[in-house]
């Protein structure tokens, strides 16, 4: 997390690095995801119309929108090789081959917008995943994420860099030198796309739910490294950034580590001029934030402990592998790898009445954010650090036939096992999501009457909704829920499922290729359109 550094007492910046900063910083933020990313100046950037939100509100109203004159724009364009070659100072990363460049308008944005909300398989997974999040509680019931996901873009969209078109892509409605610290972080990325190929690096994750143990196992196996990637290459991104922004001051990330605090500070920024962000779900904004705030915390670490090369060209050569690792640098440097969770083969028991509808890990990240919505961020503190594995499986009734149904958290089953790293750390998680369920369904009772022992020798609870019943079983330092599962379907799972994990150490791997958590589709997403000004300014 950002700040993790100053735990070595670092001091507080001054009042010329505040200035510095503010002026790079304070209308610019970051909306993170693969690909490619788009930048926002809220100081020259207004939006074009009055998109309708969620609520069927509008935003403000439109100003009057000017653009850069032939001049300004040529003075842009040449800028670009001198950004270029700050980057590439900056990182290590060889200059191979020039930039592409283009200016674009506003409105070739918003249909790039709305074309990749409905081509890009990332978006798509998203919007698959949307009943998921809302049978987890991670969205309101009532939640419609397209139209607002739309509205929160328009709202917010200023420049980016294409790795399809390996071209960096510049606003016509906005000054140049506004732009100039936001085309040395996307002049990153076209870096790291000379390095490395961001299209075959990044977004492989799995379309298809799994229909088979192995298959689960492979698709568990393969999840975070999306989350992952995408904060290695945002913070490396925005290390640059702050590095061009104290640039005057003569003063950079590494040889001021307590820059942090000052990014850190700047969380009562108003999103006044934001309608739309500031009414996002928290697993939205978190989503949107993680890979630059955790990634620029990740990559001050490592560039402070093993150096240049290894922050930038060796990180891009062997990446973390989950928000586990992001959010621990040092487990990074160590080759420590991420805990993973076993599923058994759970098909015999599901498949005549479900139909596999999504299965990943809930990671650290995820965990965090579950925590904050169903405790606080009291809870996320002292639960986070205790996370030690979780995985789930979604399954769709085959009695859904009409969109309708299937449209409904109703023809949705799920389970979720949890690992943490003592049964104190198990109990309090358990207790927190019990105590949620009556926000996430209506009609919740206690069921005292059908609960029974655990056969495992844990603890049983069980609540009836109106969806089904809810189980929580809590045995040792394992979590199991069921959520509209039958309560002899739901035991079966709960015996299975922890029975597998053994009382020994549980599995780790070295993830290669990614999959996909409950976040990973929606960060993706929001990476590959771009960045958001609320990114620095929380």
């Not at 989350?227 to 925005?238: D, F, K, W």
């Not at 500070?265 to 697993?283: G, H, K, Y």
């Not at 809930?362 to 919505?373: C, E, F, H, K, P």
């Not at 209506?442 to 009457?449: I, M, R, Y």
Request: net charge negative.
């Amino acid at each position: 997390m950002i700040g993790s550094r100053l735990e070595r007492e670092v001091g507080h910046t001054d009042a010329a690095t505040g200035r510095a900063l503010n002026s790079g910083m304070r209308n610019i933020g970051v909306l993170a995801v693969l690909g490619l990313s788009v930048v926002f100046a809220a100081a020259q950037i207004t939006p074009s119309g009055s998109p309708n939100t969620d609520n069927g509100q509008k935003s403000e109203k439109p100003q009057t929108e000017t653009h850069i004159t032939p001049d300004q724009a040529k003075q842009l364009f040449q800028s670009v090789d001198e950004l270029l070659h700050f980057a590439s100072d900056d990182t290590g990363l060889p200059i191979k081959h020039e930039v592409k460049r283009t200016l674009t308008t506003r409105a070739d944005v918003e249909k790039y917008l709305l074309d990749k909300m409905n081509d890009d398989e990332d978006a798509k997974r998203m919007q698959r995943g949307e009943i998921v999040l809302k049978k987890f509680g991670l969205l309101d019931r009532d939640f419609n994420l397209k139209p607002f996901m739309l509205a929160l873009l328009k709202e917010q969209i200023a420049g980016y860099y294409d790795s399809k078109t390996k071209t960096v892509y510049m606003l016509d409605w906005v000054d140049p030198e506004t732009q100039k610290p936001v085309l040395v972080h996307e002049l990153t990325h076209a870096l790291q796309d000379q390095h490395t190929d961001l299209e075959k690096w990044n977004n492989q994750t799995p379309d298809n739910p799994s229909h088979t143990v192995a298959q689960d196992n492979d698709h568990l196996a393969k999840d975070e490294l999306d989350t992952a990637r995408t904060a290695a290459l945002e913070g490396q991104a925005m290390a640059v950034f702050v590095d061009y922004s104290l640039k005057p001051l003569g003063k950079s990330l590494v040889k001021d580590p307590e820059i942090l605090d000052q990014i850190n500070s700047m969380t009562s920024a108003s999103t006044d001029d934001s309608p739309v962000l500031a009414r996002a779900p928290l697993l939205l904004s978190e989503s949107l934030l993680f890979p630059y705030k955790e990634g620029l915390s990740f990559e001050q670490d490592v560039w402070m402990d093993k150096g240049k090369q290894a922050a930038f060209a060796g990180v891009l050569d062997r990446p973390p592998s989950s928000s586990w690792e992001v959010m621990n640098p040092r487990n990074y440097e160590q080759q420590k790898p991420s805990p993973i969770l076993v599923m058994p083969d759970i098909h015999p028991l599901v498949d005549k009445t479900y139909r596999a509808y999504d299965i990943g890990q809930v990671g650290q990240l995820d965990l965090r954010i579950l925590a904050t919505i169903y405790g606080g961020e009291g809870a996320a503190r002292d639960l986070t650090p205790a996370w030690d594995g979780g995985i789930y499986w979604a399954g769709q009734k085959l009695s859904a036939k009409t969109a309708a149904e299937q449209a409904s958290t109703n023809s949705v089953a799920l389970f979720y096992l949890s690992a943490w790293k003592s049964p104190r750390a198990a109990e309090a998680f358990a207790r927190i999501y019990g105590e949620e369920i009556g926000r996430t369904y209506s009609g919740v009772k206690l069921d005292t009457a059908d609960a029974q022992p655990d056969s495992g020798g844990g603890q049983e609870i069980i609540y009836s909704t109106n969806e089904g019943p809810v189980v929580i079983t809590v045995r040792d330092r394992f979590v199991f829920v069921s959520e509209s599962f039958d309560l002899s379907t739901a035991r079966k799972l709960a015996d299975m499922l922890i029975g597998i994990q053994g009382t020994g150490e549980i599995r780790t791997a070295r993830l290669s290729i990614p999959g996909h958590t409950l976040s990973q589709s929606t960060i993706s997403f929001l990476h590959s359109c771009g960045i958001m000004r609320a990114a620095l300014l929380r």
